[in-house]
């Protein structure tokens, strides 16, 4: 219970997040940070499930990063484990 509160909170944070920078920016920037976040996955190892970090909510601009792992939520799986964080 205690654990899904703090997801909770953590997810209108992000949500806020993305909410201040399409106020401060202009439309041209955050179209470009959004380009960016649709173009990055979560992807589950053993069911394959994979969704934009847009989609899931979240914001991934200007990163470079190989065999990155985001400890997560797979909705076809129903577990939290460790997802790949892909480039497509």
Do not use: T
């Not at 899904?4 to 470009?32: A, D, E, P, T, Y």
């Not at 959004?34 to 990163?63: H, N, Q, V």
């Not at 065999?67 to 790949?84: A, N, S, T, V, Y």
């Amino acid at each position: 219970m205690f654990k899904n509160g703090i997801i909770l909170i953590i997810n209108k944070l992000i949500f806020m997040l993305r909410r201040i920078l399409q106020i401060i920016l202009s439309k041209k920037q955050f179209k470009k940070i959004k380009k960016e976040s649709k173009e990055w996955f979560l992807k589950c190892p053993d069911c394959d499930y994979f969704k934009s970090i847009w989609d899931r909510g979240g914001i991934r601009f200007g990163a470079n990063s190989k065999k990155k792992k985001e400890f997560g939520h797979c909705p076809k799986c129903k577990k939290r484990k460790l997802l790949d964080v892909i480039k497509k």
